[in-house]
Every structure is written in C-alpha cells, then in structure tokens.
C-alpha cells in the first residue's frame, strides 16, 4: 500500500509538472506587438515680449543746417529712458532722450543738447523691433532755446532678454530759435544700447 501511495504521488507529481511545461508554450508563432511610433513635437521659439521699463546710451552723430549761415556737424552721446507694452503684434511705448552735441553752429555759438519727449510704435518680429518715432524736441544753443517737434524711424534687436541693440534715424525742425528768426533743421543718428528691466 505504501508503495503503490508512493508511486500514486510520484505520478500526480510528474503529471502536474510536465502538464506545466506543455502549457508553457505552444507551436504557434509568437505575437510581437509593434512599437509605439514617437510623436515628435517642433519646438516653438520662445515668444519675445517687449513689454517693460529700459534705460541706455546713445552715440551717434548730428547735422544742423539753418538760416544765417547757421550749419555745422558733430558726434553726439547721450542717454535715454522709456516704457514699451507689446500688445502681441504690436508695440507701443514712451521714451525721454538727451543728446549731447557740442554743434558749431557757423560762429553763431554752439547747439549744445537737444533733449526729446518721445511717442513709439512699431512691429513685434519677436526678437527685432520696427518702429516710428515722433515727439518733442527742445533745443538748448548759444543763440537761445527752441521747442520743435521730430520724427524718425528706429531698429531694436533683443541679444538677450535684458539687453537690446539698436539704431534710430531722426528729423528735428527748430523755429525761430531763442527768438532769433533763425530756423534749423537737425538730422541726427543715433546707436543705441539698452538694458531692460
């Protein structure tokens, strides 16, 4: 009895086992399921926002040519401080610029600043900025001081986010300055770094 129990055992045992086995594998092929194709997404440039308070330098050069013999050239530095808001498209913002010129002004004395109370507004091509300028400008020379008006057009290209470079190209036009029936006109060309904050 104990060996037919033993051999019973044995048995049960080798038959779980290789039943096991058998449901292990079969001969059918195997099922490979395809690999997931990656979803590649283009990165887009980040947006650039012009929105913010910025404050710089200007140098440059200026012409002024007049009545009475008034003409003369000279290179100029200055500083300026304004605020742009980017509207998306769009920029529109205010700036205060001083110019120091030290012009002669053809033996009449010297045109010594123009100072300008700026209106911008140009075109967001995100990292370059396009826009027109007009405003006041106040003259301050030897032969007296003139409120004008100018108007010009600029360039800013942002070489990080807190530093843009740029240049403007501006026409001022003085009347009858310091009450001398002298008029003048002075173009003037400016390279401008700013530091934006």
Do not use: C
């Not at 399921?33 to 440039?45: I, L, S």
């Amino acid at each position: 009895m104990k060996k037919f129990r033993k051999i019973s055992a044995v048995s049960v045992l080798a038959t779980s086992l290789f039943g096991s086995v058998a449901f292990a594998g079969t001969l059918e092929e195997p099922v490979v399921e395809a690999a997931a194709e990656p979803v590649f997404v283009p990165a887009q440039a980040p947006a650039n926002d012009w929105t913010g308070a910025y404050g710089g330098l200007n140098l440059g050069y200026a012409d002024i040519d007049g009545d009475s013999g008034i003409g003369g050239h000279n290179e100029t530095y200055g500083l300026h401080l304004g605020y742009d808001y980017d509207f998306g498209q769009y920029v529109l913002g205010g700036e205060l610029e001083y110019d120091k010129t030290n012009v002669d002004l053809g033996g009449l004395g010297d045109a010594d600043s123009i100072t300008r109370l700026k209106l911008r507004g140009g075109y967001d091509f995100g990292k370059t900025l396009l826009y027109a300028t007009a405003g006041a400008a106040y003259l301050d020379s030897d032969i007296g001081s003139d409120t004008g008006a100018f108007a010009g057009i600029g360039v800013a290209y942002q070489v990080s986010d807190s530093f843009t470079i740029g240049g403007e190209l501006l026409e001022n036009r003085f009347d009858d300055i310091g009450g001398s029936g002298n008029d003048a006109d002075a173009t003037t060309f400016n390279l401008r770094g700013s530091f934006r904050f």
